[in-house]
Structures are given as C-alpha cells and as structure tokens.
C-alpha cells in the first residue's frame, strides 16, 4: 500500500486563474492567505504556493497548452459551476466571513452553524471558484449524536 509523504499536508488543492497575480494579491487580502512562493514570467503564474496555517493551496495562470490543462475548465466555461472546492477550517468563522464580505467575495451559503458542529459559510472568489471556511475541525474528536 502506498504511503504518505512525511510532509505538514498531503493533499493540496489546486487551482488555475485567468488573472493569476491579481487572485494571489486578492485570496491573501480576502482569505488572509500569505504567499510561499511564487514563479512568474510576466503576467504568466507558472506556480504559486499560498499558505494558511499549516495548509496550502497551489495555483496557476490558465494554460490549455499541456495534458492538465485541456482537462480543466474554469468555472465561467461551465455556467458558473464549479467541480470541487476548498475547505478552510479558521479559528473564528464570523471574523473571516467580515474580511472575505469587505474584499468583495460573493456570498453563496450565508454564515451559519452548522447541524455537524462549528460555524462557516460558503463564497465564490472572483474567477467563480467556490470556497467553504469554518471552525468546525474534522479532526478534534467528537461526540456522537
């Protein structure tokens, strides 16, 4: 069976963006993301790595030149739907939900708690890609209902 790497994370989301650079600037005034890396030619995002807490997410600028990029489309390509998204466990939900409403996030499942536990809420960044963040910690123990 194959194993882990030995690494804080070992899954990471990754994302593509049109205006690669101008999301990077807006996920860490919004999200409070802060950037690890990242490897630029201009206005061409070859890799970006942002961090929050001991979580990360990648990015890049949209290319359909290579085998991943043909098999990816954005979310304006798809009616504004989207295929995945991210989950963002943050220590105070209502705090986070003020900074993403005052850097202009759209709002898609108001801030609320949650039947499972925590409180969180839903938004869709710029380019349409859906976000969740909350306080609920999938892995702090929990009491059976």
Same mark, same amino acid.
């Given at each position: ?6 690494? $804080?994370?070992? /899954?990471?989301?990754?994302? $593509?963006? $049109? ?7 807006? =996920?860490?005034? @919004? ?18 790595? =942002?961090?929050?807490?001991? #979580? ?19 979310? %304006? ?16 939900? %209502? @705090?986070?939900?003020? $900074?993403?409403?005052?850097? #202009? @996030?759209? /709002?898609?499942? *108001? ?8 409180? #969180?809420?839903?938004?869709? %960044? ?10 609920? *910690?999938?892995? @702090? ?5």
């Amino acid at each position: 069976m194959s194993q882990p790497a030995n690494t $804080r994370a070992s /899954i990471i989301p990754c994302l $593509r963006y $049109r205006n690669a650079l101008g999301m990077i600037e807006w =996920l860490c005034e @919004a999200f409070g993301f802060q950037q690890h890396a990242v490897y630029a030619e201009g206005d061409t995002v070859h890799h970006a790595q =942002l961090v929050y807490g001991n #979580g990360m997410v990648m990015l890049g600028s949209t290319s359909n030149a290579g085998e991943w990029g043909k098999a990816i489309v954005q979310p %304006d390509e798809i009616g504004g739907r989207e295929t995945q998204s991210a989950c963002v466990i943050v220590a105070d939900a %209502d @705090a986070h939900y003020a $900074r993403a409403v005052a850097a #202009g @996030a759209t /709002i898609v499942i *108001d801030i609320a708690d949650q039947p499972y536990g925590g409180r #969180g809420y839903a938004c869709k %960044d710029p380019e349409g890609h859906y976000w969740w963040f909350g306080s609920y *910690d999938p892995w @702090a123990e929990q009491s059976p209902s």
